[in-house]
């Protein structure tokens, strides 16, 4: 064989890749770290797979455990991801960072059961699967370890999911599956990095056109460390749902900034009122009011629109002044496109909404790239 194409097409010492990449999520994990590791290496003895962990900068030194293990280990990697949190974009960038035939993601907290990784695998290796979902709703699955009031949470939004996004999976809140690496880079573009649920995602944003099968799961306790889940995750939930309907065209955020802005209208009224009865003038009211309106704007949008990069410290300051700044341009060209509206069209209504729609889109889009960019 000529020795030139030997070398070029395996080079010397190469190692293929595994066949299988765990992508793990974690945020504040490092006590469950050691446990699913070794749990791994029992279960996937004798397959090709790596674990990669995926932190967001986490204050207990999970990063620090997993690459401790990587050491001596290199099935265990670990990516730190520095100035961002969020699940589903933890995730993604995991799944985008391997090689492997076929892709797992599983929570960390020991949750999920590894054992039925290899079922999921068999899965895929018949060929005929493109991704395979650990159930907890299937038989011989179950989730009795949540609260009544979670179960019936789960239960409702995967009633939600099926119904309003054609999801037809028996448990598509669950983060435990397994997809072939090919489809999933497909697929990632269109991707919503925020939020909870990847795999409701996945599956609404392939619109029939994966294969899927389930497999059951028991899920277990937390073994270490605290859930992560609060109520923020309906909204990301309502996010996705918006997302997935409108084709991706309308984003939830912009329909929560304008939300904000609404409420924002009310304390404007409120605090002119408030003025009115200290009886100072109409100009100076405004003035008052204005700026009430935006920092109260701008504290909402910080606690809700843009949760996942809100703003504390020196920043929120500096942000408020930003916010301040491009509102105050954001309502002086909501003023003058409804007054050239007004001299086409000489219906008060159609320049009044056409001004407040171009403010609040000017709003939007400067302040998310300047104010709460993402870093
Ligand atoms: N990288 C990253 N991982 C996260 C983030 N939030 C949660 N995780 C991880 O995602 C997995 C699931 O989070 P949990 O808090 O256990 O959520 P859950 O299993 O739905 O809820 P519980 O049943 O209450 O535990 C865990 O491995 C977390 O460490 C995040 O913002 N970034
Ligand atoms: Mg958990």
């Given at each position: 064989?000529?020795?030139?194409?030997?070398?070029?097409?395996?080079?010397?010492?190469?190692?293929?890749?595994?066949?299988?990449?765990?992508?793990?999520?974690?945020?504040?994990?490092?006590?469950?770290?050691?446990?699913?590791?070794?749990?791994?290496?029992?279960?996937?003895?004798?397959?090709?797979?790596?674990?990669?962990?995926?932190?967001?900068?986490?204050?207990?030194?999970?990063?620090?455990?997993?690459?401790?293990?990587?050491?001596?280990?290199?099935?265990?990697?670990?990516?730190?991801?520095?100035?961002?949190?969020?699940?589903?974009?933890?995730?993604?960038?995991?799944?985008?960072?391997?090689?492997?035939?076929?892709?797992?993601?599983?929570?960390?907290?020991?949750?999920h059961d590894e054992t039925?990784?290899?079922?999921?695998?068999?899965?895929?290796?018949?060929?005929?699967?493109?991704?395979?979902?650990?159930?907890?709703?299937?038989?011989?699955?179950?989730?009795?370890?949540?609260?009544?009031?979670?179960?019936?949470?789960?239960?409702?939004?995967?009633?939600?999911?099926?119904?309003?996004?054609?999801?037809?999976?028996?448990?598509?809140?669950?983060?435990?599956?397994?997809?072939?690496?090919?489809?999933?880079?497909?697929?990632?573009?269109?991707?919503?990095?925020?939020?909870?649920?990847?795999?409701?995602?996945?599956?609404?944003?392939?619109?029939?056109?994966?294969?899927?099968a389930e497999v059951p799961?028991?899920?277990?306790?937390?073994?270490?460390?605290?859930?992560?889940?609060?109520?923020?995750?309906?909204?990301?939930?309502?996010?996705?749902?918006?997302?997935?309907?409108?084709?991706?065209?309308?984003?939830?955020?912009?329909?929560?900034?304008?939300?904000?802005?609404?409420?924002?209208?009310?304390?404007?009224?409120?605090?002119?009122?408030?003025?009115?009865?200290?009886?100072?003038?109409?100009?100076?009211?405004?003035?008052?009011?204005?700026?009430?309106?935006?920092?109260?704007?701008?504290?909402?949008?910080?606690?809700?629109?843009?949760?996942?990069?809100?703003?504390?410290?020196?920043?929120?300051?500096?942000?408020?002044?930003?916010?301040?700044?491009?509102?105050?341009?954001?309502?002086?060209?909501?003023?003058?496109?409804?007054?050239?509206?007004?001299?086409?069209?000489?219906?008060?209504?159609?320049?009044?909404?056409?001004?407040?729609?171009?403010?609040?889109?000017?709003?939007?889009?400067?302040?998310?790239?300047?104010?709460?960019?993402?870093?």
């Amino acid at each position: 064989m000529d020795s030139s194409v030997t070398t070029t097409s395996i080079a010397r010492g190469a190692r293929p890749a595994p066949e299988l990449t765990v992508v793990i999520p974690t945020y504040n994990e490092r006590a469950n770290i050691p446990l699913l590791v070794e749990r791994l290496r029992k279960t996937l003895d004798g397959f090709e797979w790596e674990a990669l962990f995926v932190d967001d900068n986490s204050r207990d030194g999970t990063s620090d455990a997993a690459r401790a293990i990587g050491e001596t280990d290199a099935r265990v990697r670990c990516i730190r991801r520095i100035g961002r949190r969020g699940l589903s974009g933890a995730c993604i960038e995991g799944m985008l960072a391997t090689q492997a035939r076929y892709v797992a993601v599983m929570d960390a907290d020991l949750q999920h059961d590894e054992t039925a990784l290899v079922a999921m695998l068999e899965k895929l290796r018949s060929g005929d699967i493109d991704l395979v979902v650990a159930s907890r709703h299937l038989s011989g699955g179950s989730d009795e370890v949540f609260s009544a009031l979670r179960q019936k949470i789960s239960r409702g939004s995967s009633a939600i999911a099926r119904r309003v996004l054609g999801v037809s999976l028996s448990d598509p809140m669950s983060g435990f599956f397994m997809i072939r690496r090919t489809e999933f880079n497909a697929l990632a573009p269109q991707l919503s990095s925020q939020g909870f649920k990847i795999l409701v995602d996945i599956v609404a944003s392939a619109r029939g056109k994966l294969r899927i099968a389930e497999v059951p799961f028991v899920f277990r306790e937390r073994q270490h460390g605290e859930s992560k889940l609060d109520a923020r995750v309906a909204i990301d939930f309502a996010a996705l749902i918006v997302a997935k309907l409108t084709n991706d065209m309308v984003s939830f955020r912009f329909l929560m900034f304008c939300a904000v802005g609404l409420t924002g209208f009310g304390i404007h009224l409120a605090f002119l009122q408030v003025c009115a009865m200290q009886g100072l003038s109409f100009a100076k009211a405004q003035i008052v009011a204005t700026l009430g309106a935006i920092a109260w704007n701008f504290v909402l949008n910080n606690a809700l629109t843009y949760h996942d990069q809100r703003l504390t410290g020196w920043p929120f300051i500096t942000g408020l002044i930003r916010f301040t700044l491009i509102c105050s341009v954001g309502a002086l060209s909501n003023v003058g496109i409804a007054s050239w509206i007004y001299d086409y069209d000489s219906d008060w209504w159609h320049a009044g909404i056409a001004g407040a729609v171009m403010g609040a889109v000017w709003n939007y889009l400067v302040s998310s790239a300047i104010v709460w960019k993402q870093r």
